[in-house]
């Protein structure tokens, strides 16, 4: 059994900073890529930032030059370093880990941009 547990998310004003963690546990064979997805209110969940075993990296458009995605493979946990946040990032944010064979999420975080 494999769990993912999120933190870091809360509530920042526009231009403000956050960071989220994702921390794995269990069993975990070949991991393939893990990641960040967003869904806001009324919206599908749609990919925020992905990062490979090897270290390649891929962000959704919307937050390229403001979003770091990073991991430490020997703590099996990722980072989201979001920087010059806006009131459209907000919405819960979901970790996510694919194997060759399964597909894990976290249970998410909101984060909250407002004045």
């Known amino acids: 059994q494999v769990q993912l547990v999120e933190s870091g998310g809360g509530w920042v004003q526009p231009g403000g900073s956050l960071r989220l963690s994702c921390a794995a546990s269990?069993?975990?064979?070949?991991?393939?890529?893990m990641g960040w997805y967003r869904q806001a209110p009324g919206k599908q969940r749609e990919l925020v930032a992905t990062?490979?075993?090897?270290?390649?990296?891929n962000y959704a458009d919307s937050v390229k030059g403001r979003f770091t995605i990073s991991r430490d493979n020997a703590k099996i946990t990722i980072y989201l370093q979001m920087n010059s946040l806006k009131p459209e990032d907000t919405a819960v944010y979901y970790c996510?880990?694919?194997?060759?064979?399964?597909?894990?999420w976290g249970q998410g975080t909101q984060v909250t941009v407002s004045s």
């Open positions: 996510n880990l694919k194997t060759g064979q399964s597909d894990y």
């Open positions: 990062i490979r075993t090897g270290g390649s990296t």
């Open positions: 269990g069993t975990i064979r070949s991991i393939y890529v």
